[in-house]
């Protein structure tokens, strides 16, 4: 059994996904199906009937409740059976487990580990979701690979370099630093005084004059990145240029899969079209960052991380100092001191 | 190493599938080749060359005999090698392992347990097959599941008011009795004085008038079962009504996949044909009923029925049974006293 | 894991696969990219960069190195990291393993085993592929099957009769001797005062009259396979006929993957053409012997080839003395006496 952080906040998905029917996810190895109740309120119950382990989200909705299409016991977004419609009695132990769910800044977001220590005061916020200024993308890529290649590959953003060349290509070489920030680790990366690559170009034209970039991306435990990039004049300040807030969520489905869910914003005034924007971030998520991470994960041929004795290199501090903290969780969480 | 009863007879396939060619198929896990002799009596043989591995049932029929067609030994029904094309003396270890076979009712059986033990007269019967009063339609469908998945769902019909609107959907709310006969269970299913379905009624038209509808389900070891479905005027006796029989048997492929062989009739001057007739049957087991199973496979993800403590049902009475004479059946061989 | 020879030859391919970029090919188990550098002298390395695991043959050329595609390290033929782009230093550690290579007769050899002991005239060498009285085809097939399982399918060419029929079907009936030479098994076939079959009278003629055929292979460990067949007038001397060469080389890529790379060549004024050449003998490897050689390893399920307790006919006996020495050269290797 893969050892996955229980005590923590993954992303179902996207609010937009579930929408009025039901959302069927695998979530930690574990299947999740996500449906809302008459108030709108999402619910998250284990996606298998405890009588003949059917999943229920093949089920039928009514109301707030979701019917088994095998043998039709009904349940509510709680996991209590509250219909046998076969007339006998419904036993009072016949319930699937239930999930906090909580819906905030458009995502749907699941507590797997003990249910009273789920506080939702805890996620980590994507206020710039709403902000009216700006408008949104929205994407979701399933990978071939353990959730934490994918942290890495955020983690390290000198990769931009050799695998994304519209976001800098060989102009993308940046000064890099790294801090801890209470149970966050943030990794900044500058780059100054360069033509403006492609894709900051269509977002925000330096009409030919050298600019400035920056990356600053922070991690919140499981596997919650939160990125801020953006463009400015050289020497000017950042609020004259132009941010791009982001945000990167990966949960895992199993140990060789993961969830990647990807949010972006620009500003109202861009030129650059949403289709646009969400093409150049399809490519760059979908093209070459998802095969480069499924190779990765195919040479490791299910071997563990440091088992292989990975070189490590001085731009690797942000994503092992990531690789520490998250396995002391699991480890604190295995000794029972979570 | 699966667990399968094997002092029992299991259905190899239609008679029709066989023809004058040979058939393949894997049965408890063993490929077996089956072909006729020139009498046309069917003999079943291990489909694996002693030599070299290859498969005999690629290979090359000539009278009684199939060859090899890899390096051409040659083997009898009762898999005697009785040639070596390349001149070689034949040595006499050089047999495959064979079968006792057995051809009824238009089906053809094997015993894979001890030969001596073989005995015909206690396969279950289908005499209807061969009734020149009715017509009947076959079919055979592969399911990605375990075998005691397809009986339970045999055995619980309640399932049909969820899965198969054609046969009665919300009106199909039967009342069930349970017998032990012998070493069978039958479960019978009443439901009275209802509107006709629509299946029954493209059968055997009630014009218009309220029907009762019955459903017995007899179920011998291993998985052999045999339907009587009927439907009559309300309160009158059954046979002034349309019963129409049907076989469903099941054979193991691995523990992971099962044969699905099905077969029904109809009186001869039913208004339905017997393109219809298989349309309809095909469309419940092949699109409602086994995506449902393969669903709840993959849902117990490999782990035994018992172990996930499924909750139990007044409508699991008849598959219970079933499953513990099944599985005492089972421990009977493996201690010895089968 | 699989255990293969290791202090051995193996082809990794032909040379004209290799060309200008890099060749990626899985050799006993292990990922390997190959290379020329400046010089056209061909490198190989493992396929996997010791930093992040990716493939270094996604990567990108540079002269005589090779740049990791995800973090930009860049490596030379010996294995050597020689370049961070990234700024940092190199550490003397960041290097990836690096095997010899030899290039003869056009083809490419690795040595997997300790490398001082690499001792390339020790390949066994085919050279008639440079011959200019000669004109060469060449093939190569991934065959899901053992790679011992091609050469019992070489050493044993009484299977042409029953598998090949252009090759002499019923014809072909050969008195075998089976000889040690060195290190090496030889089994000649000969069949007297047939008709021409249809390959060997497409590719010279007998205007009508009988011919003798000859086949002699000759097995090289660990699995490099040497043919000469030929087709003569009755009774003349081999040199008043025409001669075919061949080579068939197997080089595992896993347990249950091989490739098997096969070459031949016909005098210069065969009436055959090179397309039609291809295409029979393509047809007799990728079409006759490769189902036949998968449906044998899917029929041994994994299981040891001796522990199946195969038949041993006389005409195995070629087969079974290179098991015998193959498996002494493994254990051998494994006792530390290689």
Redo the contacts between chains.
């Keep these: 059994m893969a050892k996955f952080a229980r005590q923590a906040w993954y992303m179902i998905g996207w609010a937009q996904e579930l929408g009025d029917g039901v959302l069927a996810r695998t979530l930690l190895g574990v ?1 999740v199906v996500v449906f809302r109740d008459g108030h709108g309120v999402p619910h998250a119950i284990h ?2 009937c ?6 229920l989200s ?1 089920g039928v909705r009514k109301d707030d409740r979701i ?6 016991l009904t349940f509510d977004g709680s996991g209590a059976c509250v219909e ?5 009695a419904v ?1 009072g ?2 319930r699937v487990g239930a999930y906090p769910v909580a819906e905030q800044d458009r995502i749907l977001w699941i507590w797997m580990g003990d249910p009273e220590r789920a506080d939702p005061s805890r996620i980590a916020r994507f206020p710039w979701i709403d902000d009216p200024a700006l408008r949104c993308v929205f994407g979701y890529t399933q990978v071939n690979a353990h959730y934490e290649l994918l942290t ?1 590959n955020l983690m ?1 953003l ?2 931009a ?3 994304h060349p519209g976001f800098g290509g060989d102009l993308y ?1 940046p000064r890099n630093s790294v801090e801890i920030d209470g149970d966050s680790v943030v990794s900044k990366y500058i780059v100054e005084n360069i033509d403006n690559p492609e894709f900051p170009e269509n977002a925000w034209s330096a009409h030919g004059r050298k600019v400035d970039l920056w990356d600053d991306i922070r991690w919140h435990a499981p596997a919650t990145l939160s990125l801020s990039s953006g463009v400015v004049l050289t020497g000017r300040p950042r609020n004259e240029g132009c941010e791009i807030p982001s945000a990167h969520v990966i949960t895992p489905e199993t140990a060789d899969r993961s969830h990647y869910f990807w949010g972006s914003a620009l500003p109202k005034d861009s030129p650059l079209s949403n289709g646009d924007f969400t093409q150049v971030l399809s490519q760059a998520f979908d093209t070459e960052d998802k095969p ?1 991470i499924e ?2 994960h195919r ?2 041929a299910g071997e563990d991380f440091w088992d ?1 004795k ?2 490590l ?4 501090n942000a994503a092992v100092r990531v690789r520490r903290i998250l396995h002391a969780m699991i480890e604190q969480e295995a000794a029972g001191h979570a």
């Design positions: 299947p996606d298998r405890p009588h003949r382990f059917a999943p093949t019917m088994c299409r095998y043998h039709g046998n419609p076969l007339g006998g036993p132990v016949c890495d390290d000198t990769h370099r050799f695998l070489s480069m190779d990765v040479r490791m292989l990975p070189l290199l001085r731009t690797d």
